[in-house]
Structure formats: structure tokens, C-alpha cells
């Protein structure tokens, strides 16, 4: 990622797999784990997810989330995602912590640009009875298309992430229960 080191330009710099640090000046760059959030939106007895519109995993599918901005809790930036991607939000005067269920969290690896980012993504699932194809308006440039499947007929091999892979399997075993 750094070549040479942003304080100093030295040649020096090295990353230990958490931290690049430069024995020349001390500087040190943390490349730590990055909050994402998903969810798996269910309705009548199907659930939502989009077709990758670009890479990672173009033509894959997915749940809408993505990246935690700086600033943002959990929440705020899964709320900004669902309306940024699909054009939906929760009803107006609900509480987002009330209206969302956590039900897994697994580490990622998100590879953009030739950087491999760790995340840890935080998957949420909520119940919106009467919402269809026709209700979702998906953002041109990172969204291709979506659909509504059984959770059971999902394959794991066309979904873009293993985190994503991992969610859905942990949605069926929170159907069982």
C-alpha cells in the first residue's frame, strides 16, 4: 500500500499485517477493519437481494449495506445504505434499534482496487410485508438488478462475499428457531 512512507519518504516503511511504521521517522499507519452492515429483507416468505452492478463480485448477488462512513454508527450507516441503494426507508417515527434485528456478524475481505480490506460486517434482518420488486429502486451504478428468493433456494456459490454466504446461512438457521 505505501511504497514510501507518507511523513518522511523513506524506503524504510514496513507492514506487520495490522500497521505499516517507518523506523526512520516512527510514523505509523493502522490499516484497521472496516464496519459494514447488510440485510436480509424479508417478504412474504422471500427475501431481497440485488445483482452486483460493478466489482467487487460484479454480476453476483448480495443483500443492500455496505461500508460504515466515519461518524456513523452501526445503524446510521446501514439506514443510509438501504436508502442509497434500494431507495427505501425504515417508516417514519421508528427507531432503527427497535425495528432491525442483529443476527450475525462475520469478518470479510473486501478486495477494491487492488487493497484487500478487512471488514467486519454486521448483518441485520427485518420483515417489511407487502414490499416487492416493484417498490425497490436500485442505484444504476453499483446495483444491475433484484429479485426476491426463498431463502432456501438461495445458492451460496452465487452470492459475491463469503460473509454474505455465512449471513444466509446463519438466516436459515435463525428461520428454524
Known amino acids: 500500500m505505501f511504497k514510501y512512507c507518507p511523513s518522511c519518504a523513506s524506503e524504510k516503511i514496513t ?5 505499516f511504521f517507518c523506523p526512520d521517522c516512527g510514523f505509523t ?3 484497521n477493519t472496516a464496519a459494514a452492515s447488510g440485510c436480509i429483507i424479508e417478504s412474504g416468505g422471500k427475501v431481497l437481494l440485488l445483482v452486483r452492478g460493478k466489482e467487487p463480485s460484479i454480476g453476483k448477488l448480495d443483500v443492500p449495506g ?4 466515519p461518524g456513523e454508527g452501526i445503524l446510521e450507516g446501514l439506514c443510509r445504505e438501504l436508502k442509497e441503494e434500494i431507495g427505501w426507508t425504515p417508516p417514519a417515527g421508528v427507531n432503527p434499534a427497535q425495528y ?14 487492488k487493497i ?4 467486519c460486517d454486521v448483518f441485520f434482518t427485518v420483515s417489511v410485508p407487502g414490499l416487492t420488486e ?11 438488478g433484484v429479485c426476491f428468493i426463498r ?9 459475491a462475499f463469503d460473509s454474505t454466504r455465512r449471513a444466509v446461512a446463519a438466516y436459515l438457521d435463525y428461520l428454524k428457531k
Open 15 to 19: 507492514f506487520n499485517g495490522k500497521n
Open 29 to 31: 499507519y493502522y490499516h
Open 66 to 69: 455496505g461500508f460504515v462512513d
Open 100 to 113: 432491525f434485528t442483529l443476527f450475525a456478524s462475520f469478518p470479510n475481505k473486501y478486495p477494491y482496487k
Open 116 to 119: 484487500i480490506y478487512n471488514t
Open 134 to 144: 416493484k417498490d425497490i429502486m436500485p442505484e444504476a451504478a453499483e446495483i444491475s
Open 151 to 159: 431463502p432456501q433456494d438461495i445458492k451460496a456459490q452465487d452470492l
